[in-house]
């Protein structure tokens, strides 16, 4: 690790101004940051600890949430709002990491975390381009068990780590987020980027730019939701396919769907052909599973990971059913 700079923001305007510093980042918990600086991946020149800043949540006078970006994982994971109204929140923290892990983590940390790809850790021995632009990608060639098979690209085929993130991606959650030129919000599907042929870009957010808060509306569907996490071990694993869904079924109906997936792509995937394709028809496994296999025509696969596209149909199907008793 190498030396660098250390300040504490007492508030949101203090960690810009702190921010303006050369290679300065952002700091919460540290559970994934301080990892990639040891690694000497991540260099940052400087750190603005924002753990400081107010760490409280805000119901809506709709039912809405609003939960600020320095607030604990474990502390989301327990807040009855989440509970009652966004379950599949509560469960996707439930099933990350270690508990101690979940004291530490800041809402912030956790949408900006980067991926687990061994080869982008691995800064001695394996080309990479996210880490190194230009350097090429081992993890095609290689071990890939845990890589992506939707949106990827010659370039890159890691995933995105977080089960938070796939929750608020089928929940609609908004970003919201303070820079030099004020404030703006960005849903939380449209945040993360694709690889495309710039991996190494993983966010839209500018230069300064720092989470406050993430909002998240009410509905049917989103009190009526689960998730379900599919693991190498029972715990403190990283997903093969995670799937976090909700339904609105009215008069036999389903009138609202929301599916998002994890450990497939290099972003939360929210499944919106799958969502389509089920909107207005009738709950059952044979539609559930008709439905994912139309979210993944465009699925590609690699030696050691082709297994996913029947993991992720029977792990979308069992969600659903789980919701609309529909399970075979």
């Known amino acids: 690790m190498r030396s660098f700079d250390f300040r504490r923001a007492v508030d949101r305007t203090e960690a810009l101004s702190m921010a303006s ?3 300065a980042r952002y700091i919460g918990g540290g559970t994934n940051l301080v990892d990639l600086m040891r690694q000497n991946i991540e260099t940052p020149a400087a750190l603005v600890d924002v753990s400081r800043l107010p760490a409280t949540s ?3 006078a709709d039912g809405g949430l609003v939960i600020g970006a320095a607030v604990r994982n474990s502390v989301v994971a327990a807040h009855p709002v989440v509970r009652s109204h966004y379950p599949m929140l509560s469960r996707a923290l439930l099933a990350g990491a270690s508990a101690q892990i979940r ?3 800041t809402v912030g940390g956790n949408i900006m975390q980067r991926t687990r790809c061994s080869y982008f850790y691995d800064a001695a021995g394996s080309s990479c381009n996210k880490r190194d632009p230009g350097a090429g990608c081992d993890a095609i060639g290689g071990f890939n068990r845990y890589h992506a098979i939707l949106g990827t690209s010659e370039h890159c085929i890691a995933t995105h780590p977080s089960d938070m993130c796939v929750a608020l991606a089928a929940l609609d959650a908004t970003v919201h987020l303070l820079g030099p030129d004020g404030e703006r919000r960005v849903l ?8 495309g042929d710039t991996p190494h870009i993983e966010t839209v957010l500018r230069e300064r730019e720092l989470i406050t808060a993430i909002e998240l509306t009410p509905s049917v569907a989103a009190k009526n939701s689960a998730y379900r996490k599919v693991r190498d071990r029972s715990s403190y694993a990283f997903a093969l396919v995670s799937v976090a869904a909700g339904m609105e079924v009215v008069d036999g109906k389903i009138k609202d769907v929301r599916i998002a997936l994890g450990g497939v792509a290099a972003k939360p995937w929210r499944c919106v052909q799958a969502e389509q394709a089920l909107h207005g028809q009738a709950p059952t496994r044979e539609r559930f599973l008709a439905a994912a296999a139309a979210e993944l025509t465009a699925a590609k696969t690699f ?3 082709a297994f996913k596209t029947e993991l992720v149909k029977r792990t979308i199907a069992a969600v ?3 919701l609309t008793g529909a399970e075979a």
């Open 21 to 23: 510093a050369q290679q």
């Open 188 to 195: 939380l599907i449209d945040f993360h980027q694709l690889p």
């Open 103 to 105: 004291n530490m983590a």
């Open 320 to 322: 659903l059913g789980e």
């Open 58 to 60: 805000e119901t809506m």
């Open 303 to 305: 030696d050691g990971n």
